[in-house]
């Protein structure tokens, strides 16, 4: 879907994109899923951006290297890739997370447990 670029940039600002590159199943019960993040930077002059752009990616480098908390999950970053196109800094990263599949409840959790076990003649 294009965007509405009527609106003229606010400078400087960030622009947060996740994109959905692909989900496979991990195990029985769960999927993994890997998101790609890019983060466009634009500097406050669109004619000096050089030096804004370099600081910001070196800041966005240090807080994302150490890896991110989503939902109580952390997804460790292994590289930040960064490039200026059009004077926009753009920072990708991708992040790789593993989640419950909706019908993969735990034996215990699908019903009621069991009063009593008979094996080989033993009541348990």
């Not at 509405?4 to 996740?18: A, C, N």
């Not at 804004?52 to 952390?74: A, Q, T, W, Y």
């Amino acid at each position: 879907m294009a965007e509405d670029i009527s609106e003229p940039i606010v400078r400087p600002s960030i622009k947060v994109m996740i994109e959905e590159s692909n989900a496979s199943r991990y195990n029985a019960n769960c999927k993994e899923r890997k998101l790609t993040c890019r983060i466009y930077f634009f500097a406050k002059d669109r004619y000096k951006y050089k030096g804004d752009n370099l600081l910001m990616r070196d800041i966005l480098e240090n807080v994302f290297i150490e890896g991110i908390e989503v939902k109580k999950v952390f997804i460790p970053i292994d590289s930040i890739e960064s490039d200026i196109v059009d004077t926009v800094l753009i920072c990708s990263m991708d992040l790789y997370f593993t989640e419950l599949l909706p019908d993969s409840m735990l034996p215990h959790e699908k019903g009621k447990p069991m009063k009593k076990l008979n094996y080989k003649g033993v009541i348990l």
